[in-house]
């Protein structure tokens, strides 16, 4: 199994299963969970190299109704193996890629929680649940279709304001079919998160798109009541002319999805068009733009 999965488990998608009633009472380890982290984050191969130093995360517990919202930013340096597949291919070797998502479950009985939403399609073969075992640590666990462990990690608030994350993938059977390696360790993940205030977000985030050379923001967009898969430059001002229009085949775009991108016909071509008109007023030196509305213009019905 590649590494991408284990370095997108805490922003993965997640596979829905029935679980116990929700509660409105959530368990005292989410309560003492809530809010933002920063962590500084490192990945170890399974002959214990590190190979990913301090790749940075910031994320957020919510609660609401009932239910468990994780919003997590990792901050992924220049060069590493994944970029090009985190970006869709927008960033070069010497950028870094932010990948957010956002992911919730209903907070059971028990105060277990099983993941069974995500903005993103990231490890969506992956069955997510988080299990409190007192008000101070828990068991994520994550399990693929056919039932094998992909990973377990533990969560374990360790004073006021820090929380320390602990996660080993596994890999049961040998990529040739024979024994696992010792442990049936694939590798390791460490999160060392520190409590911020909600007003430190902005900073925080701008600090560590600096620190890792961030060129490229994946994550959700919301565009007319559909939500896509999106990978937009940070160094240039995107517009909702380019998240609505931006042509894939355009060596300027800064937009690209990671699916079926919006439709242009009909009254979405028409909110296009007006979205881009927009634009161009307002940046009237953007060849980029000039050239969508151009494009958008000849999509036009006669």
Request: proline content about 8%.
């Amino acid at each position: 199994m590649s590494r991408l999965p284990l370095l997108v488990l805490l922003l993965a998608a997640t596979t829905p299963l029935n679980a116990a009633p929700p509660t409105n009472d959530p368990h005292p380890f989410w309560r003492g969970s809530q809010g933002l982290w920063r962590a500084a984050a490192d990945y170890y191969g399974a002959d214990g190299t590190h190979q990913l130093r301090d790749y940075g995360q910031l994320s957020r517990v919510t609660i609401t109704a009932g239910r468990l919202f994780l919003e997590d930013s990792a901050f992924y340096p220049p060069g590493g193996t994944y970029n090009a597949a985190y970006s869709l291919g927008l960033a070069d070797a010497n950028e870094g890629v932010e990948v957010r998502n956002t992911q919730s479950g209903e907070i059971a009985a028990d105060g277990s929680v099983v993941l069974d939403r995500s903005d993103l399609p990231l490890g969506t073969s992956v069955r997510t649940r988080l299990a409190p075992i007192d008000a101070r640590r828990a068991l994520q666990t994550g399990d693929k279709p056919d039932g094998t462990r992909a990973y377990e990690a533990y969560w374990s608030l360790t004073a006021p304001g820090r929380r320390l994350r602990l996660l080993a993938g596994i890999d049961p059977v040998a990529k040739d079919g024979g024994p696992p390696g010792p442990g049936a360790l694939r590798a390791l993940a460490t999160y060392r998160d520190t409590a911020l205030p909600d007003d430190d977000e902005a900073s925080a985030r701008a600090e560590l798109r600096r620190k890792q050379s961030v060129a490229v923001l994946r994550h959700a967009v919301l565009l007319d009541g559909t939500l896509y898969d999106i990978a937009e430059r940070v160094d240039v001002e995107v517009t909702d002319c380019d998240r609505r229009a931006s042509d894939p085949d355009d060596p300027e775009r800064v937009v690209v999805f990671g699916g079926t991108p919006p439709p242009l016909a009909g009254g979405a071509l028409a909110a296009a068009l007006a979205a881009c008109r927009d634009a161009v007023r307002a940046r009237a030196d953007t060849v980029r733009l000039q050239r969508i509305v151009a494009r958008l213009e000849a999509l036009q019905p006669p």
